[in-house]
């Protein structure tokens, strides 16, 4: 699990200083789509919701993870949507 945390914190950092660069949220999103980790989805979600409305590209990949089997995956890619998709909240 430790190693995986790492895996994700060079993309964080990579999105904390640019929103919008495309490498971090594209493996962002990819771990939020495919890691088997509960843990690691809730996390990318997260990331995404830091990023807010530059992760755009992510909203189809939060859209299916609130069908996630993880509960925490599922409030996790709700809370970001409504970042990432200010319109969804309204």
């Given at each position: 699990?430790?190693?995986?945390?790492?895996?994700?914190?060079?993309?964080?950092?990579?999105?904390?200083?640019?929103?919008?660069?495309?490498?971090?949220?594209?493996?962002?999103?990819?771990?939020?789509?495919?890691?088997?980790?509960?843990?690691?989805?809730?996390?990318a979600?997260?990331?995404?919701?830091?990023?807010?409305?530059?992760?755009?590209?992510?909203?189809?990949?939060?859209?299916?993870?609130?069908?996630?089997?993880?509960?925490i995956?599922?409030?996790?890619?709700?809370?970001?949507l409504?970042?990432?998709?200010?319109?969804?909240?309204?």
């Amino acid at each position: 699990m430790r190693g995986d945390l790492i895996d994700l914190n060079v993309p964080a950092w990579l999105v904390r200083f640019d929103p919008a660069e495309s490498h971090g949220l594209e493996v962002i999103i990819e771990t939020l789509r495919s890691d088997p980790e509960p843990g690691q989805r809730a996390f990318a979600a997260y990331l995404l919701r830091q990023a807010g409305p530059a992760a755009g590209a992510a909203i189809p990949a939060l859209k299916a993870a609130l069908n996630d089997k993880a509960d925490i995956v599922r409030r996790a890619a709700a809370s970001a949507l409504r970042k990432v998709d200010p319109a969804v909240g309204k």
